[in-house]
């Protein structure tokens, strides 16, 4: 399926109306090395660090 017009706007509704940005500043090289570390766990960096921090957050101290 082509992605044109109008599902760039779906898209972008979904994003405003369902999720948030959440932006930190990294030594650089920090950001390929997240990368590059996910994807040899077959995941993206966004994927790779929400798992990391609800595993966090879910543990018990």
Known sequence: MAYNEASKNATMKYQR??????RFWAPKG??????AHAAGRGMSMAEYLKKLI???MNHEP
């Open 17 to 22: 109306e369902n999720l948030e940005q959440i």
């Open 30 to 35: 920090y950001k390929d090395k997240i990368k």
């Open 54 to 56: 609800d595993e966090d």
